[in-house]
């Protein structure tokens, strides 16, 4: 009988969010890719640029584009041969570091209403502590800027020094979100030129469901910021924290041949076990994945493994015979030898 963690396939609807802003109902309705296990299950809501948008507003008035453009019209950077000052915010200040009931600073609400230019114009005016207020979602301007996918945006900020590693509501950092999303483009700019002492620490953040940047790019079929995280040292082995599936497993749960070879191929440990003790070929077996199981044989996969339930891959067929001829009987080992050699055929 197949181990109920490893031969069922228990695919659920995808209801994850990175985070969305509380104080404005934009609610994506975007067809959601299909994630392995509950483990990572729970509603949650997304952002959407289609939609009005209900802001934060100071006092009792709504914040519109017109107003954000008022309260930082004259303000501009003064400079000179010799250094770059701040200007002074005047009768603007207050304005300018108010933070709304919502925890949104009007840096926060410019990239709310995707106006660059001003979002940029208060990029440079502001100093870099401001530019990491979290809202009361957790949010910083990176996190919305990224949902948001305002790559310039995304380019300021962190040229300015806004961290990468301020994590939202739910765990996630701006990169979490670029993973999940596909912002190929704003996860570029956030992993452009930084040294591996800096990168890594960030690759390895595990939001509070237990996932990691590549296995976010896994579940959601991230090919291209995949290749970039792998590219830029991501740990291709690491494990999410609730049942330490490495993405390989996420992967072949998914039936995503392209990201097993983009895995496999990159050196992604074919043999990695869950704490169950599954391996990849228990879990593509478990599914009657012959492509997949076939691909893994290929790259060495070790049939005999056992998981917690002294289950081989083997054990997991159920009778198909195409995953069965997978499986050439000519690896019975004792102590590590082999004492049988040549196929041998299966009885029924």
């Known amino acids: 009988m197949a181990s109920r963690d490893c031969s069922k396939d228990d695919l659920l609807e995808d209801t994850r969010m990175d985070s969305g802003i509380d104080s404005f109902r934009s609610i994506l309705k975007s067809e959601e890719p299909r994630e392995p296990s509950g483990d990572f299950s729970g509603p949650r809501d997304k952002l959407s640029t289609a939609e009005e948008r209900l802001d934060s507003a100071y006092g009792s008035s709504s914040i519109t584009v017109e107003s954000l453009t008022e309260i930082v019209e004259g303000c501009t950077l003064s400079s000179s041969t010799e250094e770059q000052q701040s200007c002074e915010l005047s009768a603007e200040e207050n304005l300018l570091t108010t933070i709304t009931e919502d925890g949104d600073t009007i840096l926060h609400l410019a990239i709310i209403h995707e106006n660059i230019l001003i979002a940029l114009e208060l990029i440079h005016l502001f100093p870099k502590e401001v530019l990491d207020i979290q809202n009361n979602l957790y949010q910083s301007p990176l996190h919305l ?18 961290s990468l590693e301020l994590q939202d509501q739910d765990g996630n950092t701006a990169l979490h979100a670029a993973c999940q999303h596909g912002r190929t483009d704003c996860a570029t700019e956030m ?45 291709l082995n690491i494990q999410e924290g609730t049942s330490g599936k490495t993405a390989l497993h996420l992967a072949v749960e998914l039936r995503d041949i392209q990201s097993v070879k983009l895995l496999l191929s990159s050196g992604a440990d074919v043999d990695a076990a869950m704490y169950n003790g599954c391996t990849p070929l228990h879990l593509a077996v478990g599914r009657q994945d012959i492509a997949i199981a076939n691909l893994l044989c290929q790259f060495g996969a070790d049939k005999m493994l056992r998981n917690m339930e002294d289950e081989t891959a083997l054990d997991l067929a159920d009778g198909n015979d195409d995953i069965l001829a997978l499986f050439p009987f000519d690896d019975l080992q004792i102590s590590g030898r082999a004492v049988i050699s040549g196929r041998h055929e299966v009885l029924s």
Not at 146 to 162: C, F, H, P, R
Not at 213 to 230: G, P, T, V
């Open 191 to 235: 992993t452009r030129d930084l040294p591996p002492s800096v990168l890594v620490p960030v690759l390895e953040i595990q939001n509070w469901r237990g996932l990691a940047c590549l296995h976010l790019a896994a579940l959601n079929r991230q090919h291209q910021i995949m290749n970039l995280l792998m590219k830029k040292g991501a740990d």
């Open 145 to 162: 800027a990224t949902y948001l996918n305002l790559t310039d945006v995304v380019k300021g900020l962190l040229e300015k020094g806004a």
